[in-house]
């Protein structure tokens, strides 16, 4: 039985289909709802480290794959998913809004994105991208009372809309050049002689636009800060950690696949270009912003940059120090729209001021955001910093037979020093300003603190114990 | 002239008629009424090209769903400004023929290889609906069966932003 393979996607969209129709039938019980929901999502995840998958295997005519690395990443964006279902429940404008819509459509996403990480066809990965984007133009104007949410909204409708037309570009040329749109028959015309390598090069790069939409990649970055400052903060948090993940896994599964062109794999100008530019812009972006979660944006486009350096990088290091990093970003995004989803409760705004005397008002959120920022910035002994170590390590590998990596290393370097300085004012905000007359005690409810452990604990184990994780990405590789 | 190419005269040309009537008559609605004629009329286009399948999902898809949708905005928006088609469009008036250029150098590799076209195997060009369905519900299958989570997730957005404001 083949649908036997997509266990975790059909039980992710019967809990957002339960959740959708108790919401109907309950509304006075909506907030026990979403936590419902959530815990179903983490139990999915932890009866799928039981459940025995059938590996290796091609279904439904080698559209989708199951292996390690696919299982691995559903586990992964499943769990975010239910990180992001008990911010939801606390945030405060969500819900005023009522309703488990919104709980419904995180888990949809999650679906798509868990669907992603097993595509084996172009048709497939589409679809899947889709449903991603479609999801996230309702979660992104959920609030739709409020101008700025609609704003986001809209800007992330045109540009989504503006990237699967690239896409959908792109993928006609690959199959003009290939003659089809299935991963291993593509392999297998790459390696034929006939293949015209400008026309699938093209094609492939169009692709690559649009999956940069959802890694914030420039040049489709430009929607990450406007889009992050109006959406909720989980949708916020949702984009930052869930959609990104699912962007590089799918970039991982077609460089697994080898359909990278010929020519970039031996000279990976491109590559290298986009993540220095994508590091650079969002360091420098970062630096004028006075709005935590327009700095998150930036943050988030200078990320994905450093993500790149490890595909430009190539090789197992580069592709095991992605998955690093991706792991260890999640925790310390989680971290820092946790804080926010409780801080800013009230206005849905967050400049400096907000996060002032946070360690009088709160010291878990203040102690949260310390790690969080620290490993954004790359301090050890945190995850982040690691992560970082990893990837450069990856490049000044490969710097080794092709010099022109040295280059992008420095910039690398220079790229992680100028965003610690944001990283660090935000920090004298939360730590050094003293807190407002008016400022009361903030209570932080238990699903944001179960939200707040997880991820310290995650950046403080994989900051000093990074092997399993290493050696698990390793795996998936082979 | 058989009766085949009487029929392909008579599509063609009241295809180019209802396209420059879109552009000239004064009322959006008359011209969203004539793109729908004009969509039925490349339908019998393809007809000829024994596309059957393509004939009948450009008049379901297109003429059906794509240009009703035209015609609701259109009568939502209740757009009456009426002014002649080239009243001060100098813009347009220099766009077009660029975009007709651009069509153009698009279309001619195509058309000088179109003796390669006409000996290539019969089954090329078989657009039936079997060929259409069959990868459909055996390769595709599992891509269709999104494709309903994301109707699915697209109503609920339709439910979800356009319900009515609760009274507090």
Redesign the interface.
Known sequence: MEFYA?QMEIAT?VLAVIG?LAGAFWPKHVSLIRRGLAEGALLVVLASLFLAFPQHHA??????VLDRFAIFFKQILLGTAALVLLLADAHGPLRRQ??A?FS??VL??A??MM?LASAN?F??L???L??VT??F??LN??L??EARALEAGLKYLVLGALSAGFMAYGLAYIFGATGSLNFDAIHHALHGDKLPQGVYAFGFGMVLLGLGFKMAMVPMQIWAPDVYQGAPTPAAAFLASGSKIAGFAVLLRLIFADLLPTAWEAQPVLLMALAAITLLYGAVGGLAQTDLKRLLGYSSITNAGFLLLGIAAGGDVGHAAVIYYLVQYLFAVLAVFAVLTVVANASDTADRATLAGLHRRSPLLALALLLAMLSLAGIPPLGGALGKFFLLLAVLLRARVDPAFYALAGVAVAGAVIALCYYLRVLRGAWADPAPDAATRIVVPWTVRVVLFICMAGMLVLGVWPQPLLNWALHCLH | MTAYDAIFWFFSLALLLCGVLVLISPNAVASGLYLVLSFFFLAGLYVLLQAFFLAMIQVLVYAGAIMVLFLFVIMLLDYRESRHWWHGNLLGLAGAPLAVAALAAALLPVLKRSGALAAAPEQWFEGTLENVMTPVFTRYLLPVEITALILLAATIGVVVLGRKEKQP
């Open positions: 997509l969209v959708l279904f439904f005519g080698d559209t989708f009522g309703g819509e419904a459509l949809l996403a679906a798509g669907l066809d048709i497939f589409f679809v899947a889709e449903l479609i999801t133009y309702v104007s959920f739709r009372g």
